[in-house]
C-alpha cells in the first residue's frame, strides 16, 4: 500500500477527526494538521508514519513469536478489540482492567489458575456432586473470574508488549506497562499523551471503522512475522 493509498484510506473512515482545541494535549500538536470549528484535525501524514513504524515493531513481534496483549475496555470498541485479538490468538482485556495485572502477575495467576481449576471440574461433571446452591456459588465464581481474566487465562508472564486502543481511558495499563518496562503500541486521539507511549498511532480512537482498519493494520502486521518466522 502506497502512502498515498493508506491515506485515503485512512481518511474514508475518519481517523483524522480529532477532539476539541480545548481538549488537546501539547504532546500531539505536532503531528496535528490544524482544525475546523474547534475541533482539531489530524495530519494523516505523521499518522501513516506513525502507524508504518508500530507495524515494523509488531511484525518483529511476531517474528520473535511474543505475545501481545491487546487492551480495549470502551462499550463502543471493544468488541473490535476482542476481535482483533482472538484472529492471531492473542490475550485481551475488554472488560476492566483489574489493578495489577502486570505489575501483580503472581496474584493474577492465582486468579486464571483458579478459573482454569472451576472450568475443568465443570466440563468434567465434577460439580455435579455439590448440592444446587454450592454448584451455583461455584459458577458464579467462575462467571465472574471469567469475565475479568478470561481473555488473559493463556498469558503464562509478561507479554512482549500490549496494544492499547486509548491510552487515556487505559491509563492504569500504560502505567503498568511503563513501569514493567513493556512496550506499549496505541491509537490515540488528539486528548492523550503521546510521549508515555513506545509506539504512538495519532488517529480517531473512539470510531469503529477507524478502530476497525488499525487492528486490521496491526494485525497483519503480526501475521506477516509468524509467516516469515515459519519460512
Known sequence: MTENTAIEAMFNV????GYSRARRH???KPYLFGAKNGVDIIDLTETAKMLDVAKARV???????????FVGTKQEIKGIVEDAAKSLNMPYVTERWVGGMLTN???????????????????????????????LLFEREMGKLQTEFGGIASLEGAPGAIIVVDPREEHIAVKE???MKVETIALLNSDCDASKITY???????????????MAQLSAAYEAGKKARSV
Request: aromatic content about 8%.
Open 14 to 17: 475518519g481517523a483524522h477527526f
Open 59 to 69: 511484525e518483529e513481534l511476531g517474528k520473535l513469536g511474543k505475545n501481545i496483549l
Open 105 to 135: 502477575w503472581n496474584e493474577i495467576k492465582k486468579r486464571t489458575g483458579r478459573l482454569k481449576e472451576l472450568s475443568d471440574k465443570f466440563s468434567k461433571g465434577e460439580l455435579d456432586k455439590y448440592t444446587k446452591m454450592e454448584k
Open 200 to 214: 504512538p498511532i495519532l488517529a480517531n480512537d473512539s470510531a469503529l471503522e477507524s478502530v476497525k482498519y488499525f
Open 26 to 28: 501539547a504532546s500531539v
Open 177 to 179: 506497562a511503563n513501569k
